[in-house]
């Protein structure tokens, strides 16, 4: 299955990414190497089988609604942000970034 | 009209859970500083892993019997992509392939029948602020658990739209499954909108995004329609976008957003394995949820006039009062208050099992008169609001009703002591003993009334009265009523008082 260099485009733009003409070209072979790969499975007659969501078998893996303090609340989220800022010069705690709309 | 209005409603639900839907964090932002309530599930911080909340699940079973649907016992979680920065994980969980809820249907207080076609669980986003030239993020919103209600496109005026949404918010919130406070967006519509000249096919839509009023998606499909209107008069086509409504200027504006981004890539979420329900389980929420709007429409038609009960039927506790006086055989708390407790609650589960009760009469004339009660007097006052957090009990109300029927009270005095039953120095007593403390209850004992009559016949003052009376002219007994009540110093029953005068008169 080919990739298109369009298509290349399409999923960089959904995902918020800027790439070089060269990062692109081999994203482009690496991805159709790994749908190539992947399609080997339509090859094998599936009539009947259910999809397989997950392989653990699990069900209504839940917990009961309590709040629990966090270690790793805001000032972990703030060292993780490029910037932050408030309106003002009041620091207000909200992560800043380009403007959106 | 020229163009026919088919309209679609996408309404999001935030759930009253203490925490997230995926993580154990404070899911109360109110009051609190920006990024005060998260953790590393809300911020997706690689490894980290979303466990779900039961009681999101919980309430979703008890919102899908609220609007008449199946719960599907097998259920689970999808990606839906998109990249925006108030979405870290760059996707949001949601439930694509297998929603919680099935079809079902919303009824509006005109009997139409608004189905859904389905409604699934997912997270809320983070809230974006925007300035001129950066945006703000506050996380304390991201992963807050929402239902998302989907309905079919059954919905051709703005009036029915509006009417649905408010329906919705009712179910939801009798349900008890949200706050519903709109204000702060618990409950946030789109509203899809195309139209078409009779009996052709639907034109292209567009979609007005996050309205948070009644009155806004009424007002928006109004403009809609005018607006789509001049486009098919000049023989266009309406461009399927996504808009904007402002308030302000009662406008709806395109939000040009990306064309792109119709592309979601849906695929099922590794981390959460799926839900399977049990009958049990779906049962025991159910019973949970009491009786609704629609469900007062039926058991009160022909009681309460249906203008009155629209307008009480946005308050539930008033719903729960009126069901208390009305269900003789009510056996839960008669405390005052305890219609806002849920032990005393009617439930909905009851009226499916067993055939549905007819009022008896007095029932009906005890509903009837409370119901007026509470329209025209509580509703009337200022600060009524205030006044609905402590409402009188059924025993209290019903000796009222019974006071009244058995002419003890007249109406002046009934609509007296029932506001004395939110006035903070009275409102423990009895209706008998505020009746006393207000001196309005009726003289009825037949032997005083009759002492009275004599006083007022052997009264020289009315001598003339009497005689004109005597000699056919019917209007004077007014005058004689009126002797009567005086020297009764209004406390006779005015009825019961001209009675005994004609009696008296005839001899």
């Known amino acids: 299955m080919n990739i298109t260099r369009e298509e290349i485009d399409h999923l960089a733009e959904l995902s918020n990414f800027e790439l070089s003409d060269a990062e692109k070209s081999s994203l482009q072979s690496d991805l159709e190497n790994i749908i190539k790969y992947i399609s080997e499975l339509s090859e094998l007659n599936t009539d009947g089988v259910e999809p397989t969501y997950q392989v653990f078998e699990m069900e209504n893996i839940w917990r009961e609604d309590e709040i629990l303090p966090q270690e790793a609340g805001r000032a972990a989220l703030l060292k993780t942000a490029p910037s932050f800022h408030g309106k003002e010069g009041v620091e207000d705690y909200q992560l800043k970034v380009p403007k959106v709309l | ?507």
């Open chain 2, 1 to 507: 009209m020229k163009y026919e209005i088919t309209i679609g409603i996408e309404c999001h639900v935030q759930l009253k859970t203490k925490t997230k839907l995926f993580s154990e964090v404070d899911n109360d932002a109110r009051g609190k500083e920006p990024n005060s309530c998260v953790s590393p599930v809300d911020y997706a911080l690689p490894g980290m892993l979303p466990r779900l909340n039961k009681e999101a699940v919980r309430l979703a079973v008890r919102a899908g019997y609220a609007m008449n649907s199946e719960i599907n016992l097998y259920s689970r979680f999808d990606r839906k992509h998109y990249y925006y920065p108030d979405l870290p994980k760059g996707y949001q969980i949601s439930q694509f392939y297998h929603p919680i809820i099935g079809a079902g249907f919303i009824e509006l207080p005109d009997g139409t029948k608004i189905r859904i076609e389905h409604a699934h669980m997912e997270e809320d986003a983070g809230k974006l602020t925007h300035f001129s030239n950066y945006s703000l993020v506050d996380l304390n919103r991201a992963g807050t658990p929402l239902i998302e209600i989907v309905s079919e496109p059954d919905i051709h005026s703005a009036a029915h739209a509006r009417d649905y949404c408010k329906e919705l918010w009712r179910a939801m919130t009798y349900a008890g499954v949200t706050y519903g406070d709109l204000y702060n967006g618990n409950m946030r519509f789109d509203v899809n909108i195309s139209l078409a000249k009779p009996g052709e096919p639907l034109g292209r839509r567009a979609e007005i995004k996050n309205l948070n009023s009644f009155r806004s998606v009424e007002r928006a499909v109004e403009y809609e329609y005018e607006r789509q209107s001049k486009i098919l008069d000049k023989g266009e086509r309406v461009v399927q976008e996504t808009r904007g409504w402002n308030d302000a200027t009662g406008k709806t504006t395109s939000q040009r957003s990306k064309e792109e981004a119709q592309d979601y890539r849906y695929m099922p979420e590794p981390d959460i394995p799926p839900i399977r329900l049990t009958d049990e389980f779906v049962k025991e929420e159910q019973k949970k949820v009491p009786l609704l709007p629609s469900d007062y429409r039926k058991l009160f038609k022909d009681v309460v006039p249906s203008d009155t009960l629209e307008v009480l039927l946005d308050y539930q506790p008033l719903m729960d009062c009126l069901w208390q006086c009305a269900d003789s055989s009510f056996e839960g708390d008669t405390e005052r208050g305890s219609a806002s407790s849920s032990a005393a609650r009617p439930w909905r589960w009851a009226g499916r099992t067993r055939p549905e009760k007819e009022l008896s009469d007095i029932a009906k004339s005890q509903i009837k008169r409370v119901a007026n009660l509470f329209s025209s007097v509580l509703l009337a006052e200022e600060k009524s609001y205030e006044m609905l957090n402590d409402l009188p009990s059924a025993a209290q109300l019903n000796e009222l009703c019974t006071m009244a029927d058995k002419q003890e009270l007249s109406s002046t005095g009934t609509k007296e002591v029932f506001l004395k039953f939110f006035d903070p120095q009275m409102k423990e007593k009895s209706a008998k003993d505020i009746a006393k403390e207000l001196n309005v209850l009726q003289e009825n004992d037949t032997a005083a009334l009759e002492k009275i009559v004599d006083e007022v016949l052997n009264d020289p003052a009315c001598s003339k009265a009497i005689e004109d009376f005597k000699n056919g002219q019917e209007k004077v007994i007014g005058f004689l009523v009126g002797q009567v009540m005086k020297a009764s110093k209004g406390k006779a029953n005015p009825g019961a008082a001209q009675q005994i005068l004609r009696a008296k008169l005839k001899s």
